[in-house]
């Protein structure tokens, strides 16, 4: 199907992209595309006009800060998921962003785009949530640093005004805790089922987040509680679908996800335990 | 490739799913006294009809292989 009629600006910097945001509430960022472009051509999204970040340079680097690693919004799935520093530093991530879509839209697709658009199906934003990264985002005021078990008010529901740019991602530093990232669909290119991100406990207890579970990335409150008390993976894995509203459509059905979400976490539990 | 979104709604139609021969999945899960998980066999059918057949009660025992649909009485519970 053909998109509404838009107009088209290509940013030259972020600072030139949060300016022509400003002066149109209608207009919207484009990066990778492949979240936007489907909802305009099916028209469930018309913005008045597309700001292309797509070539901003400064936006595409992944780079050791402090304690974290630093990535770029508009770095690529394709180069997160085959970056030798994360695959040392914090493994989930590469490991996760293989997992999304297939070799074209990994190619084209932006860590930052994917998780703009906070779609509870993707499977970036759990992974974030899980590992309590920092979502920094650029406006005409200045910069804010938003926690990612924050950033995801609901569905397609960022935390983000009309005229900031998310700019970077930070995610900590995991080297010698064990991890997981398990998802479960029909297809290899298809969005999760269901997802379990999970990193083990060291000091700061286990976390998990949920992908798909709920109207945002959904952290496993009552499997973490049962984890951090010494439960083994199958009992503290049938909490997995407390506090949980997943959606029905052709995929599956609400009832099967809690279902398979505690298949599915049992299981990352284990693989994170064991490595 | 937004076939669907987490609401549910389709964006795009979804392409077909290949379908799995479902008289080997049957087989598989047989000795759970499943006797049809329906057409296409995708992994929620399988589940409901693994589901359906521990509420009608144990396994026949030795029903692993096709046909014997009727269950013999006092195999007491298997």
């Given amino acids: ?275 | 490739m937004a076939l669907m979104t987490a609401g549910g709604e389709a964006i795009v139609p979804a392409s077909p799913m290949p379908l799995t021969p479902s008289g080997f999945v049957v087989d598989a899960v047989a000795h759970l006294g499943v006797t049809d998980v329906g057409k296409p066999a995708t992994p929620e059918r399988v589940w409901r009809a693994i589901q359906a057949a521990k509420a009608e009660g144990p396994p026949r025992p030795g029903s692993g292989g096709a046909g014997g649909a009727a269950p013999t009485s006092g195999g007491g519970p298997a």
């Avoid at chain 1, 600072?15 to 484009?30: R, V």
């Avoid at chain 1, 990232?181 to 976390?207: C, E, I, T």
């Fill in chain 1, 1 to 275: 199907m053909i998109p509404a009629p838009f107009e088209y600006h290509r940013a030259e910097s972020v600072d030139d992209a949060i300016q022509a945001l400003s002066g149109d509430h209608d207009a919207k960022l484009l990066a990778g595309g492949h979240s936007l472009l489907p909802l305009m051509r099916v028209r469930l999204a018309r913005p008045s006009t597309l700001v292309d970040i797509s070539r901003i340079e400064d936006l595409t680097y992944i780079k050791e800060s402090g304690d974290a690693v630093a990535i770029g919004a508009g770095t690529r799935h394709h180069d997160v998921a085959n970056s030798d520093a994360l695959r040392e530093l914090c493994p989930i991530v590469p490991f996760a962003a293989a997992q999304i879509g297939d070799p074209q839209v990994r190619h084209v697709g932006t860590i930052g785009g994917s998780v703009a658009h906070a779609d509870p199906a993707s499977d970036m934003p759990s992974v974030l949530a899980a590992l309590e990264a920092e979502i920094v985002v650029r406006g005409p005021g200045g910069v804010r640093n938003v926690p990612a078990t924050q950033f995801f008010k609901g569905l397609f529901e960022p935390d983000l005004a009309h005229d900031e740019v998310l700019t970077e991602i930070r995610v900590p530093k995991t080297q010698g805790r064990g991890w997981s990232y398990v998802k479960f669909h029909r297809r290899a290119q298809d969005w999760a089922l269901v997802g379990v991100a999970m990193l083990a406990q060291n000091g700061s207890g286990p976390a998990i987040a949920l992908t798909n579970m709920a109207d945002r990335p959904l952290r496993a409150a009552g499997v973490e509680e049962a984890l951090g008390g010494g439960s083994d993976p199958a009992t503290a894995a049938a909490r997995a679908a407390e506090g949980s509203s997943p959606p029905t459509d052709a995929f599956g059905s609400a009832e099967y996800r809690q279902e398979l979400a505690k298949v599915l976490v049992r299981r990352a539990i284990e693989e994170a335990q064991s490595r």
